[in-house]
């Protein structure tokens, strides 16, 4: 059965419902079962939709009439987040903290998924979350009608268990038997405010910035990740500490909150001090602390000594020495080499443009550090370059130091060690950048700390998903990105989210009734999924389930 269109002598189109059939020959045949109309008329949309009052189909044209599409949410992000939150053992610690505030009068796990998620999406204020970003995420997992003082109370209790949560998550699905050692990378940076004033609190305060902006107040975060970059807890401390007094908190936290075995610590040489180093054998812990070798002029000759050099490869080398009873290993990299002449040269050259400038621009050479050094005075009004020292600096290109208390661990090892530092540099790129924990825009001390332990969360989630990319070896789809890349590279969270933030929960309403449907999962978006163990949702979603059902 089917629709045949006929023309009579004017030129008038018809439609007919006609059937095929076999005559008595066996030839087939068609015969018109019903006449329904002339083109242009209404009668067959009619005809379909009282039939479609009895069955449940649909023309194109009926449904045009009938859908009705309003909105889209926000779904990518929140399917990997609520997967991390699972695995990851943040769902059991908010938990276990809300039965402990009976009283609270909202999800507390909600909230802190839906600030968290925003972080994701598009970071910003809590304000912006409670009057925006709540209301585009999928309301299937997402409660979109949180109030601003929920928001700031969440904070305030994350603030009250930061310790708890730290070591929960520390602790959470970890073999006690199989954890003899942990190492302990750590660094430290600053994060500003929007604010010039440092009137409440004692976190809030002018100091040395990592940003460059002296002109706005500013706390110490000291952060500790694994050699794989996840990150382990974290401290505030006022914008003006110097980084050396953190040294003793991380030591005692890694002792007393974790009650780890044996633990190594790793530092680059910002840190480096006698007194850092003490400390840190008071609490039974081992270093590995980058060493500032300048310093020690007396063993220069030991130290800058080519000859001694073992090769790793053919561009690193390195040799063993001691200082007071303490390894210490010296290498030397062509890469670094490279830098350093390079970042010498660069100074040199802008001394010599202030040679010939005023004497405004004399005395900054008189007094600034980096220029200081290679400049002499040839008499009372000339300042020449001193190329004797030039010459010296030069021969230090590509050197660097690492000084430690282990004793059975290998040079290579204990240089490899050091490398993985930038683990914690790329955790706060990833703070300050994708998950914007700056500037802050909270004033009390509580709500600083429960901001921060939210980024710290956020982070966590992020590093976790980083390592499964990892250790499934995902490449980056090209096809799925505008940018033209010629080699390939592994896949990374920033770039999956960006894919996953397209994919989105539509309701559909078709006759007073409403749907959920998703849109498509490709690509590297299916790919991030796939690395966290997360099946895609089916195409209709169900609005109540939570996302272990979907």
Not at 343 to 369: F, P
Not at 406 to 420: C, L, P, Q, R, S
Request: charged share 30%; glycine share 6%; aromatic share 8%.
């Amino acid at each position: 059965m089917f629709i045949k269109t006929t023309r009579n002598a004017s030129g008038q189109t018809y439609y007919h419902l006609v059937e095929s059939y076999r005559d008595d020959d066996g030839k087939s045949r068609h015969r018109t079962l019903l006449s329904l109309g002339r083109k242009g008329e209404d009668q067959i949309d009619n005809l379909l939709e009282a039939i479609a009052k009895h069955r449940d189909i649909l023309t194109a044209a009926e449904m045009a009439k009938a859908i009705d599409v309003k909105d889209t949410y926000i779904l990518g992000p929140l399917l990997v987040l609520e997967r991390q939150f699972e695995s990851s053992g943040i769902d059991k610690v908010l938990d276990n903290i809300a039965k402990r505030h009976p009283k609270l009068g909202f999800d507390l796990r909600q909230a802190v998924f839906t600030m968290v998620a925003a972080r994701f999406v598009r970071p910003g204020s809590k304000l912006k979350i409670f009057e925006h970003e709540q209301k585009r995420l999928y309301p299937g997992l997402v409660n979109g009608d949180l109030e601003l003082h929920q928001l700031y109370r969440t904070l305030d209790i994350l603030c009250e268990h930061k310790d708890e949560i730290e070591h929960d998550l520390f602790w959470h699905d970890r073999d006690l038997l199989a954890q003899p050692v942990d190492v302990v990378l750590y660094d430290l940076t600053t994060l500003r405010f929007e604010s010039t004033v440092n009137v409440e609190g004692t976190l809030r305060r002018f100091g040395y910035s990592k940003e460059m902006r002296s002109d706005c107040t500013q706390v110490v975060l000291g952060l500790m990740v694994t050699p794989e970059g996840i990150p382990l807890g974290f401290e505030v401390y006022p914008g003006n500490t110097f980084e050396g007094v953190t040294v003793k908190d991380i030591a005692m936290k890694m002792r007393d909150k974790f009650k780890v075995r044996r633990f190594i610590f790793v530092a680059d040489r910002g840190l480096f001090s006698a007194n850092n180093l003490d400390v840190l054998r008071e609490q039974n812990g081992e270093f590995i602390v980058g060493m500032k070798l300048g310093v020690f002029r007396d063993k220069h000759d030991i130290y800058y000594d080519g000859s001694k050099l073992k090769w790793l490869n053919d561009d690193l080398g390195y040799h063993e020495t001691e200082h007071k009873g303490d390894r210490v290993i010296v290498t030397w990299s062509k890469v670094r080499a490279k830098r350093d002449q390079k970042s010498r040269e660069d100074v040199v050259n802008k001394i010599r443009k202030k040679l010939i400038g005023d004497g405004t621009a004399l005395k900054k050479l008189a007094t600034h550090s980096s220029y200081r050094k290679y400049v002499k005075e040839e008499s009372k009004a000339k300042l020449v370059l001193d190329e004797v020292a030039i010459a010296e600096e030069a021969k230090r290109d590509g050197y660097f130091g690492i000084i430690t208390n282990i004793k059975d661990m290998k040079a290579e090892d204990v240089v490899a060690n050091y490398k993985t530092l930038w683990e914690v540099e790329d955790a706060f790129g990833e703070l300050k950048g994708t998950l914007k924990a700056r500037p802050v825009f909270h004033w009390s001390d509580d709500r600083i700390i429960g901001h921060l332990t939210l980024c710290f969360m956020a982070y966590l989630c992020e590093a976790l998903m980083t390592k499964s990319l990892r250790d499934k070896g995902f490449i980056l789809d090209t096809a799925a990105t505008k940018k033209k890349i010629i080699e390939q590279r592994p896949l990374t969270v920033v770039e999956a989210m960006r894919e996953l933030n397209e994919v989105r929960a539509i309701p559909v309403t078709l006759r007073g009734k409403t749907t959920w449907v998703r849109t498509d999962i490709a690509g590297n978006a299916n790919k991030l999924l796939a690395a966290v163990g997360r099946k895609p949702p089916p195409k209709v979603l169900n609005l109540l389930a939570r996302s272990s059902d979907l």
